[in-house]
């Protein structure tokens, strides 16, 4: 679950990032 949750939120940053 922990690393799920970092998989995301590293997605989520990226996403960001790209925006």
């Known amino acids: 679950m922990s690393n799920q949750t970092k998989n995301l939120t ?9 925006s």
Do not use: D, G
């Open 10 to 18: 590293s997605f989520l940053r990226k996403a960001k990032v790209i």
